[in-house]
């Protein structure tokens, strides 16, 4: 079995680069452990709007609701208002992630990409010490894929890029462990996403409300891994439904525990291997949302190997385009943003809320990290010393 490009995990990173490398022409085996493509969802299924421009989508079942904005509450319950044009990727639609993740895919096969469900990838091949495929388990069956290139889209767990040679392990400190309850019959009406922190509603990370219509929410929490412990995570979610009545009286449809990589993203690229979303820490490091960045890194991956099939040059130089593309589109807000979190991080409670109060009139139309940041450093002149390496990203970037 012989493949231009097997694509290990078909979750959206791995089906938008095994459609648009087939679209260019590349013979490409999407392998993917589970047996249902989306299935079981594990996210929040908050996207940006900007989605609509990338035309990967067609029609629109897999849009649950769509949002006019967010609004972010500190621990004093402060309330900052953005639109959803600034509101960042996690708002704009709330989506149903199984079927989103099924349409992509869907685009992959009609592209040409073949699919195969219940198979593991438990290994690299390597030939004259190159990576020739990977080694998969299909039910019981193990058996050899070749292909010139083997993508990494194997999500927050990855393997591929370690088994590389790369370094992708991810410290505690830069993991978000997240529990999440998709809750009905709940009595609140809102079309905003809201994301509440505080140290102690949820250390390092934040709970967010997501509406998914018809009094259904997506109400979940996300704490540094480095800050946590078995069971706090789920512990602090209950806590704070129990303190909303209008929460409490939801009845649970899924409950779901996952992890998001709130890290720097790594080196993504070695001879015959791309990685792509998760696996290539592309999540945002602020807000845990890593779809938009799968979407586009998945694009510019598959452009890349359609190139890579059609010279026959599959070293780590050539595939070196595929990580110049994505930090050109998003690496500097992947960078700025886990600095961001760093900072944020010393934050205590009373900080959060200075901040948020003076925030709580800010003209965000006019949103560029460099203004916000002069207008907090004014009003706050001692958060100077904090911000200073922000400012200094955010000269450079504007
Ligand atoms: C609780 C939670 C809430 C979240 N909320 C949001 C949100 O609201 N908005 C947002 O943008 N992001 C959110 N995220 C993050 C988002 O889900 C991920 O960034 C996104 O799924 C990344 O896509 P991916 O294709 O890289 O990885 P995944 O979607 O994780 O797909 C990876 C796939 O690889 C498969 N796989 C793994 N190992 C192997 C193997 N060895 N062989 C074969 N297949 C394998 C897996 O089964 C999986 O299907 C959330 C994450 C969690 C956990």
Known sequence: MKYDAVIVGGGPAGSVTARFAAEAGAKVL?????AEIGVPVLCGEGISQRIDNWGMLEGKKWIASTMDG???FSPDGTMVTLSKEIAGDETGYVVYRDIFDQELARKAAQAGADIRLKTKAVGLLKKNDKISGVKVQEFDETYDIEADIVVGADGVESKVGHWAGLDTIVKPRDLETCVQYTLTNVDYNTDYCEFYLGKEIAPGGYVWIFPKGKGTYNVGIGILASLSRPGKAKQLLDRFIAGRPELQKGEPLRFIAGAVPVAKPVRTVADNLLLVGDAAR????????????????GKIAGDVIGQAVEHHIFDEDFLSSYEKQWKAEFGKKLLRD?????????FDDKTLNMLADSLKNYKFEEFSTLSLVKALVLKHPTLL??????MKLSEVQG
Do not use: F, W
């Not at 999407?30 to 589970?34: D, F, H, K, Q, S």
């Not at 592309?282 to 890194?297: E, F, K, R, V």
């Not at 961001?340 to 991080?345: G, W």
């Open 70 to 72: 967010a609004k972010i």
């Open 385 to 390: 010393m904090k911000l200073k390496p922000l």
């Open 282 to 297: 592309h999540a945002d490091a602020i807000t845990g949302g890593g779809l938009t960045t799968s979407l586009q890194g």
């Open 338 to 346: 886990y600095m961001v979190k760093e900072i944020m991080l010393d």
């Open 30 to 34: 999407i392998v993917e452990r589970r």
